[in-house]
């Protein structure tokens, strides 16, 4: 009896961004084990690996027990949380005094919880004067993020989940969700309408193997192909007009644009058979329900805005959108990137909002009841810009929360030279054996999920709510006391006097989203979240006690978040590839998910026996039986990958999956970041992790 629970509670899991709810069984407070949540209307009671194992990690043996400061030797030493906050405050307050406001920045995470993160932009931007901040979703989300404030006016996901099991064309795009989503995937397999589900990716992936249809284009011909299918489906005239009329703005031009594009342009350009396009154009037209799914291979594009609007160009040029089964939906990768999304106060202002609006800049002082005077002005360099800052010396200080930038950011080995030229690195994390965390002045030790509360938000925008279940290691604090700690001694506090629980501040949140697309006032505090199983944004509280509703789909009423309400098409030439084959590199290196069992860069998930057992520990690429033969490579052979950035090593894995020309490296390991280039989107920012040129040889 002694692990026998005494209690239960419900907790959204804190790795990937499908919000499953799971139940944590407790015993005397503290979590023995863990089960699934069969009422919740995201998971279903459904699983994937990492949420099952969501406790291990808890329990790491390199957790970060107390503050470490890098001492007169240069190794990293215990010091008492005073020492680190003297440290911390007196280190960023000379660089500022020295080199301006703007010479400390900050990068952050979407692994927090909202109400975290919404404290850290605000205490960073309103109570240090920091002028710089981004998070890792610059990594993962910022080309949707991007793309449909563009088009729609906000930052707003279409999409519930149930819209999987009610669609009858299913176009993912770029994705692997029976790897990357699982449960999402799931979703899919529950679909009663018979779906035709087409994947289009260079790879074959997973999903590509469980699809009824894998178009296997040519990497990055995706844009091409869009436009391709938009301009049939013009010819056609299999378009519905009424709601373009309605609803949209800018289709004239979309469509004179169009006349240099055709399925035989689509073909050419992707190396489809033009059977396979001109099949797909039919389903597209069919009038059927089409939803159009994406994520990395999307967004982490060189072009990935435009790509990410060729799809929401074809929702809305056939009115998939706003009805069950539909949408332009970009599946969001972190836990808490939506949340990022809408209240990190970093490039953009809290609740959506932007710094350069002084009407913006009012309404968030009036909320806060601070003075507007703290609030900055001018937007925030984006996460490339502040690498860049660092090199030219115009930033000397660099705050790092919960994200592992030496092993996951873009042209690795460059990232490591930059640190380099820093004065002082801080590093706040649940670790101190990140790649990051080994490189810094300062770690300063994380709670990690199931030690703290407070919000994420998922993908369908569903706002759930996540438990404290385990007491942090040693003298690890929540980040949230982490703030509060920061906020005292820098000498800001009077500014954060309401914010004294997550809960409180989440009551702040909800102020700060009043009257913006993402109002939440309807939402009293956590026990309407716990009471409803999550709620989706927007939410005003229904007259006279009705039910909370479970469910929620953007555009219904064909109104979209611009100031005229439509929709508008945008669209661009598609660009040549950053870094082509040559005769030198001759291989297009793919990266991406590898499992459904590791997460990101494995610093928790790396620490589970059972996670571990289901991945391989050292790092392989995938190469074509084809190009395995031409280079004589053998299975499991050691093989050197170069490109102009660095070279690797890894374990040859000769399989299909990848077509001839290309190969493929999970993202995980951290040598694969040492080839990838720095190459960008020019809109969103956002690396283009996906297509760099390589050579590869046998060792
Ligand atoms: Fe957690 Fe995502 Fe797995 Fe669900 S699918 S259990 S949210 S990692």
């Given at each position: 009896h002694a692990f026998k629970p005494d209690a239960t509670v419900h907790s959204v899991c804190g790795y990937c961004a499908t919000g499953c709810s799971l139940k944590v069984h407790l015993k005397s407070g503290h979590a023995v084990n863990l089960s699934t949540h069969t009422d919740y209307p995201v998971n279903l009671g459904m699983a994937c690996p990492k949420g099952w194992e969501a406790l291990t990690p808890l329990a790491a043996s390199d957790r970060a027990t107390i503050p470490l400061l890098r001492g007169r030797n240069d190794e990293l030493e215990p010091v008492s949380w005073g020492d680190a906050m003297d440290a911390f405050c007196g280190r960023f307050k000379s660089i500022q005094e020295e080199h301006g406001q703007a010479s400390v920045a900050f990068l952050s995470t979407g692994q927090i919880v909202t109400e975290e993160m919404a404290f850290l932009g605000s205490l960073a931007?309103?109570?240090?004067?920091?002028?710089?901040?981004?998070?890792?979703?610059?990594?993962?989300?910022?080309?949707?993020a991007t793309a449909y404030k563009q088009s729609f006016g906000y930052d707003a996901p279409p999409y519930t989940y149930?819209?999987?099991?009610?669609?009858?064309?299913?176009?993912?795009?770029?994705?692997?969700?029976?790897?990357?989503?699982?449960?999402?995937?799931?979703?899919?397999?529950?679909?009663?309408?018979?779906?035709?589900?087409?994947?289009?990716?260079?790879?074959?992936?997973?999903?590509?193997?469980?699809?009824?249809?894998?178009?296997?284009?040519?990497?990055?011909?995706?844009?091409?192909?869009?436009?391709?299918?938009?301009?049939?489906?013009?010819?056609?005239d299999a378009v519905d007009q009424d709601f373009i009329n309605a609803h949209t703005e800018g289709y004239q031009a979309f469509v004179d644009f169009l006349k240099d594009y055709s399925l035989e342009t689509a073909t050419a350009a992707t190396g489809l058979d033009y059977a396979q396009v001109s099949q797909l154009a039919r389903l597209i037209a069919s009038g059927k329900r089409v939803s159009f799914w994406w994520t990395m291979g999307v967004n982490q594009s060189y072009e990935g805005t435009r790509l990410a609007q060729s799809l929401i160009n074809l929702a809305l040029m056939t009115g998939n959108i706003g009805k069950p089964g539909t949408g332009a939906n970009s599946i969001t990768g972190q836990c808490n990137a939506m949340g990022s999304r809408l209240f990190s106060n970093t490039t953009g202002l809290l609740g959506g909002r932007n710094f350069e609006s002084e009407q913006d800049r009012n309404a968030v002082a009036?909320?806060?009841?601070?003075?507007?005077?703290?609030?900055?002005?001018?937007?925030?360099?984006?996460?490339?810009?502040?690498?860049?800052?660092?090199?030219?010396?115009?930033?000397?200080?660099?705050?790092?929360?919960?994200?592992?930038?030496?092993?996951?950011?873009?042209?690795?080995?460059?990232?490591?030279?930059?640190?380099?030229?820093?004065?002082?690195?801080?590093?706040?994390?649940?670790?101190?054996?990140?790649?990051?965390?080994?490189?810094?002045?300062?770690?300063?030790?994380?709670?990690?999920?199931?030690?703290?509360?407070?919000?994420?938000?998922n993908s369908e925008r569903r706002i759930g709510l996540t438990r404290k279940v385990s007491q942090a290691p040693g003298e690890?604090?929540?980040?949230?006391?982490?703030?509060?700690?920061?906020?005292?001694?820098?000498?800001?506090?009077?500014?954060?006097?309401?914010?004294?629980?997550?809960?409180a501040v989440f009551r702040i949140l909800t102020r700060l989203s009043q009257g913006m697309p993402c109002d939440i006032t309807g939402i009293q505090g956590y026990a309407d979240l716990e009471r409803a199983g999550g709620i989706q944004w927007p939410y005003q509280r229904p007259e006279g006690g009705a039910r909370l509703q479970t469910q929620r789909r953007l555009f219904e009423d064909g109104k979209f978040y611009r100031p005229n309400g439509r929709a508008k098409f945008y669209f661009e030439a598609p660009r040549a590839m950053p870094e082509p084959v040559n005769e030198a590199y001759p291989f297009i290196l793919l990266t991406g998910r590898g499992t459904s069992s590791q997460w990101h860069t494995q610093t928790r998930t790396g620490k589970s026996d059972v996670l571990k057992k289901l991945y391989p520990k050292n790092p392989y690429v995938e190469i074509n039986p084809v190009d395995a033969q031409a280079l004589q490579i053998r299975p499991n052979s050691k093989v050197c990958i170069r490109s102009r950035r660095g070279e690797v090593e890894a374990t040859a894995v000769i399989l299909a999956s990848v077509q001839v020309g290309q190969v493929f490296m999970p993202m995980h390991y951290r040598i694969t970041n040492q080839l990838t280039a720095s190459v960008f989107d020019p809109y969103s920012k956002q690396p283009s992790y996906k297509a760099c040129a390589v050579t590869i040889h046998n060792i």
């Open positions: 931007k309103f109570g240090m004067g920091v002028v710089h901040g981004d998070g890792n979703t610059r990594q993962c989300m910022a080309t949707a149930q819209d999987f099991e009610e669609s009858d064309v299913l176009i993912f795009v770029g994705a692997n969700p029976c790897i990357a989503h699982p449960i999402m995937w799931q979703r899919v397999m529950r679909n009663q309408r018979e779906p035709e589900v087409i994947v289009v990716d260079p790879r074959k992936t997973e999903t590509a193997m469980a699809a009824t249809q894998h178009l296997a284009i040519q990497p990055k011909s995706d844009l091409a192909l869009f436009y391709g299918l938009a301009a049939h489906l013009v010819q056609m009036d909320i806060l009841s601070i003075p507007v005077a703290k609030i900055p002005d001018q937007p925030s360099l984006a996460y490339n810009e502040i690498i860049d800052a660092i090199e030219a010396g115009t930033i000397k200080g660099l705050w790092l929360i919960a994200t592992n930038t030496a092993h996951s950011w873009i042209n690795q080995k460059r990232f490591r030279r930059v640190r380099e030229k820093l004065d002082f690195l801080v590093v706040q994390d649940m670790s101190y054996s990140t790649e990051s965390a080994e490189i810094a002045d300062l770690v300063l030790p994380a709670a990690g999920w199931g030690e703290k509360e407070g919000v994420f938000i690890a604090l929540s980040d949230f006391n982490i703030f509060r700690l920061i906020a005292h001694h820098w000498g800001c506090a009077e500014l954060f006097e309401e914010w004294t629980s997550p809960e």
